[in-house]
């Protein structure tokens, strides 16, 4: 009786914590989602949250006109109360009533009250400028305008799932093969080359950048989809075959048994028993490299480059912003272009996931 409601108190602290790490990520995804539907002038004033009712302090009709002759830099009285200019320009609340300067110069005071009101003042105008471009106006030399175009995410999408998919695929595939090999076969230097690749995962890619982007300069592969297919593979290959041997070294050996008494092959083994089996594995695994590989920026760059041609989604929503930061505004609406992919992705494959991450963690 005690050990039961031990383990229902135990269940509701993790439905709790896990509850809370679910509102901490949904909060500021709804706040990137509502902005980008925001015009920039507002996203400049106020907060995403403005767009629910809320209240707020709203100008009335009532106007208190002040003396023209009044010292601002002094007192300054207002229905019998003395203010400061500082107070003023602030606002001072007052039995329920805010006062507020509208016009300085003037002498004129806002009375304003406060009241619900929402502002649900949303356009498709951000995604508009990210999608296609946006329209820049330009002065010529004799005083007539153009209007300059400026390119949109469309090609860079498309770049980010040519190098994506393939970057994804190939080291899934290699890594599969090299697990088996490392799980089932017995070869010498078996155990050398694995931890060796093991190894591989604390070294920082960025030490090999350079050395690589040597060979690729001297191969004539530098800018090319082909060597950025092999730049991510060859990064990614240590983490995908250690994943994927954690799996496939723990599937039954009564399998492979029964499969040699048939005479069947290593590689008909690897094809026709493994690669189903290991389908919960391969989803993990292949949702991981590819959200690597869609988010990467560093690596896209040195060997594939900035040209607008060939820019990635993470190159392209960077240069969205300009030199100057002006449309800054639109990394709302592109950040959510580039987060869709990666989405789709994981919740096409989600069924397989948490089968794929337990895999090889309980024996037997």
Not at 156 to 178: D, E, K, R
Request: proline share 4%; with cysteine; hydrophobic share 50%.
């Amino acid at each position: 009786m005690v050990g039961s409601k031990k383990r229902k108190g135990n269940k509701a602290v993790v439905n709790i914590v896990l509850g809370i790490i679910c509102f901490i990520w949904l909060v500021p995804t709804l706040g990137l989602f509502i902005s980008s539907f925001r015009p920039a002038a507002d996203i400049l004033q106020t907060g995403w949250w403005k767009v629910f009712p809320h209240q707020e302090w709203k100008a009335s009709d009532d106007v208190i006109r002040l003396s023209k002759d009044v010292d601002l830099r002094g007192p300054i009285v207002v229905n019998g109360k003395t203010y400061t200019d500082a107070q003023l320009k602030a606002g001072v609340v007052e039995g329920g009533k805010r006062l507020m300067w509208e016009n300085r110069r003037a002498r004129m005071i806002s009375v304003q009250t406060e009241g619900w009101v929402t502002k649900p003042n949303l356009t498709t105008e951000n995604y508009k400028n990210v999608l296609s471009g946006k329209e820049y106006k330009l002065k010529k030399a004799d005083g007539s305008e153009a209007v300059q175009k400026g390119s949109g995410l469309s090609q860079a999408f498309w770049n980010t799932l040519t190098i994506a998919v393939p970057a994804t695929i190939i080291p899934v595939l290699i890594a599969s093969f090299a697990a088996y090999a490392f799980a089932w076969l017995r070869f010498p230097g078996r155990k050398t080359m694995f931890v060796t690749i093991i190894a591989m995962l604390v070294i920082p890619l960025q030490v090999a950048l350079i050395p690589v982007l040597k060979d690729y300069t001297a191969l004539g592969l530098n800018g090319s989809y082909l060597g950025i297919w092999l730049a991510h593979t060859a990064f990614g290959l240590p983490l995908v075959t250690y994943f994927m041997y954690n799996f496939i070294s723990q599937l039954p050996k009564d399998l492979f048994e029964s499969a040699f008494i048939d005479g069947a092959s290593h590689f008909t083994i690897f094809s026709r028993l493994i690669l189903p089996l290991s389908v919960p594995a391969l989803a993990s695994i292949g949702i991981f490299q590819f959200l690597w590989v869609w988010n990467d920026y560093l690596v896209s760059l040195i060997f594939i480059g900035n040209q607008p041609n060939v820019q990635v989604m993470s190159m392209k929503i960077a240069d969205l912003v300009g030199s100057r930061g002006n449309d800054w505004h639109l990394l709302t609406s592109a950040a959510f272009i580039s987060m869709l992919m990666p989405l789709a992705i994981f919740f096409l494959l989600q069924k397989y996931f948490v089968k794929g991450l337990m895999g090889g963690s309980v024996k037997g």
